[in-house]
């Protein structure tokens, strides 16, 4: 059974940085690529960037260049983001979602929210 | 960047009424068209890929259409347990990946 599991919820300064992580299990982790999407509060889907946890490529939308940065490890089967510089704009929730070569997203992780606040 | 505009924004209906979601792209986007479905409080779950695939375990009910820039989610038969926001989502091509505003569907 596919499986993506995010970190628990964050508080950040603004200023500061945080990292949220997304271990996959279930499948061969480097048969995927994996995306980051954003939703702020009661709001839609921003896509972030995808990692291709095999060669560590990736991808940003312009928006999200300075702010996230994609890592993944292979050997814990974990994809990470890291957004810096955390202003209000940030507080958001953040998933994790899958897509093979077919580009849609089959399968999502359940999320994790930041908050930004001082 | 490919814009994606999906009306309507809300929606309400009955119980075993049949809705339709439309979503329209800012150029043609060759049948690269997703839907998924947001319950309160949940991730995302993919429906529908390449504009009329259902997905895995996806209800009948369930079902996509369209081509070039015009695209449609139609839901036939509506259960309590589709009330959800509904998103669309382009993959043509190259990225960044959009997603329409949302439809959030309720019962009336």
């Known amino acids: 059974e596919v499986q993506l599991q995010q970190s628990g919820p964050e508080v950040g300064r603004p200023g500061s940085s945080v990292k949220i992580s997304c271990k996959a299990s279930g499948y061969t982790f480097t048969d995927y690529v994996m995306n980051w999407v954003k939703q702020s509060p009661g709001q839609g889907l921003e896509w972030i960037g995808w990692i291709d946890p095999e060669y560590g490529s990736t991808d940003y939308a312009e928006k999200f260049k300075k702010k996230a940065t994609l890592t993944a490890d292979t050997s814990s089967n974990t994809a990470y983001i890291q957004l810096s510089s955390l202003t209000s704009e940030d507080t958001a929730t953040y998933f994790c979602?899958?897509?093979?070569?077919?580009?849609?997203?089959?399968?999502w992780g359940p999320g994790t929210m930041v908050t930004v606040s001082s | 960047d490919i814009q994606m505009t999906q009306s309507p924004a809300s929606l309400s209906a009955s119980l075993g009424e049949t809705v339709t979601i439309e979503c329209l792209a800012s150029e043609d986007i060759y049948s690269n068209l997703a839907w998924y479905q947001q319950k309160p409080g949940k991730s995302p779950q993919l429906l529908i890929y390449?504009?009329?695939s259902l997905n895995d375990g996806v209800p009948s009910r369930f079902s996509g259409s369209g081509s070039g820039t015009q695209y449609s989610l139609k839901i036939n038969s509506l259960q309590s347990e589709d009330v959800s926001i509904y998103f669309c989502q382009q993959n043509y091509d190259s990225p960044p990946w959009t997603f329409g505003g949302g439809t959030k569907l309720e019962l009336k």
């Open positions: 390449y504009a009329n």
């Open positions: 979602a899958r897509s093979g070569g077919a580009r849609y997203f089959d399968f």
